[in-house]
């Protein structure tokens, strides 16, 4: 019925009809300025209780967009989960607008109380007005517990605005540098809780706003000695949860600005004099939970702006260090257990 309305405003327009490249060219022209798409109840326990939602924007959306949204949701109604074939733009964009009509749909905890839960919007009428008018603004992209299998290269590529980016708890067990290649305006990037056991050389380099990169708890054993390559605005660097039995001078060589290092919670069994020579601008060090039983002083030679440092109690750091470094405030840890 709406595609036949569509057709029957065209019809009076010749000049329009003569530039027309097929449907979705159609239904650009004819709602240039709004466009209107309804979603059916996405949580189950909706069914029977609501009609749906009227989403309304103020530019078109294309079919791969639409299409990856009804992936979304039957998704969710089937598994209570999404999983990614291949991350690319469409889905970035789709991802976006369910994020933004429902903040809640990828809290496992919500979807099992949204019969319940008293902020699950579709059970109320109202028509919702998209806010999103060009996605490539976008400054912050958040995904969590996805089951992502591939990224694209040039997923993230036309947004130049970009600041903070997220993909924790997403099953990714690869890294390609063409991935971060033309996010240049980054400088928040948190990659938890996958899984990547290696990190390669110069992974990062094109990220030289980078201010934090966050790596936690990604099963990583094994860091090339130039992964950080060109990492001159870090200034922190969480490597914490994870298998490693080392740490490389080399990993901090272009990393002068760092303030705050994790490396609790791995499986480093020793600390050298130079472990740390590149960091003189640090400020706060974890080294708990580790396999450190003994450590000397000579370990913290140069980090002279350190304030706070946390470690295991199997050692006292505290009388270690002695007075040139009584400034600072100990945190021992009661276990050096991961």
């Not at 327009?13 to 003569?18: F, I």
């Not at 056991?197 to 980078?210: A, D, E, I, P, R």
């Not at 939970?289 to 000579?298: D, L, P, S």
Request: charged share 25%.
């Amino acid at each position: 019925m709406i595609k036949q309305t569509r057709q029957n405003i065209l019809k009076n327009l010749d000049s329009t009809l003569s530039s027309w490249n097929g449907e979705d060219s159609l239904e650009s022209i004819v709602f240039k300025r709004e466009y209107l798409i309804f979603l059916e109840p996405v949580y189950e326990c909706d069914l029977e209780k609501s009609i749906g939602k009227l989403i309304k924007f103020d530019y078109y959306l294309f079919n791969e967009v639409l299409d990856q949204l009804k992936n979304f949701f039957d998704q969710i109604r089937e598994e209570g989960f999404f999983t990614i074939e291949s991350l690319d733009e469409n889905v970035v964009h789709a991802y976006l607008i369910i994020r933004e009509i429902d903040p809640f749909i990828d809290d496992l905890e919500f979807i099992q109380n949204a019969d319940s839960n008293q902020n699950n919007i579709w059970r109320n009428g109202h028509l919702h007005e998209s806010k999103i008018s060009n996605i490539f603004n976008c400054q912050k992209i958040n995904f969590q517990f996805f089951q992502i299998k591939q990224i694209g290269s040039q997923t993230f590529s036309k947004f130049n605005n970009l600041i903070e980016l997220s993909l924790t708890n997403c099953a990714i067990d690869n890294l390609d540098q063409s991935f971060f290649s033309n996010i240049l305006s980054l400088k928040i990037l948190n990659l938890s809780f996958n899984q990547f056991f290696n990190l390669g050389s110069s992974l990062f380099f094109t990220l030289t706003n980078l201010e934090e990169l966050i790596l936690c708890g990604c099963d990583i054993s094994s860091i090339d000695k130039e992964c950080f390559k060109n990492l001159y605005s870090i200034k922190l660097l969480d490597l914490s949860k994870n298998s490693l039995q080392k740490v490389e001078p080399d990993w901090f060589k272009d990393m002068p600005n760092t303030e705050v290092l994790y490396l609790n919670s791995n499986k480093i069994e020793t600390l050298n004099e130079s472990t740390f020579s590149y960091l003189n601008n640090l400020r706060y060090l974890n080294i708990s939970k580790n396999r450190i039983e003994n450590i000397e002083a000579k370990v913290f030679n140069g980090l002279q702006n350190i304030n706070e440092i946390c470690y295991d109690l199997f050692y006292d750091l505290k009388t270690i260090l002695g007075d040139s470094f009584k400034h600072v405030k100990y945190h021992p840890s009661q276990n050096n257990v991961m």
